[in-house]
């Protein structure tokens, strides 16, 4: 139901924007057409020489920790290998001591897993942070100079008609790529 509204508006704003693209006669709010646009961000990001080495550094980084976590999965496995061995001639309360262990590496690799992928997560956002803003800057700058009101990112799109507007390209030359 939501998402029907939402579409509705959607198709009834963009209608609304289309129809004074094509129509400069046709205005909203003070006379000023809105014009909306779109770039391929990761097309972009693609092309930044310091983003190959970004990507490499994180890999590296990702290796090790999934290194550490095989170190882990090994001794998980090499437990439970034991266990299920030896489970029949053991007592209850070494039963007990062994699954808890078990159960202790399973909750310690869950965590080191979930850690492990949100530092790479917090360095990747810390390393491309100076890189989105030059980026960004270049994009505000050809937005501002080619007059656009509403701009896209091409990585989602609904909809794209052919009177939309491309500035991946503009903004691939604003930053000498």
Do not use: H, W
């Not at 090499?78 to 007990?96: D, F, T």
């Amino acid at each position: 139901m939501k998402k029907s509204v939402l579409i509705i508006v959607l198709s009834l704003f963009v209608g609304v924007t289309l129809y004074s693209q094509d129509n400069p006669s046709v205005s909203l709010q003070n006379s000023s057409v809105v014009r909306i646009a779109y770039i391929n961000k990761a097309d972009i990001l693609a092309l930044i020489p310091q983003c190959v080495k970004i990507e490499k550094d994180l890999s590296q980084l990702e290796e090790e920790y999934g290194a550490e976590f095989v170190v882990m999965t090994k001794e998980y496995e090499r437990k439970v290998k034991s266990y299920l061995e030896k489970n029949k001639q053991m007592s209850e309360p070494i039963k007990l001591a062994r699954q808890t262990e078990i159960t202790e590496l399973e909750s310690r690799m869950a965590m080191y897993k979930q850690r492990y992928k949100e530092e790479i997560e917090k360095q990747r956002t810390k390393l491309y942070a100076p890189i989105n803003k030059l980026v960004d800057d270049a994009v505000r700058l050809v937005c501002e100079r080619e007059k656009i009101t509403i701009l896209f990112d091409e990585a989602q799109p609904i909809y794209v008609s052919a009177q939309c507007v491309d500035l991946t390209p503009l903004v691939k030359a604003e930053l000498g790529l």
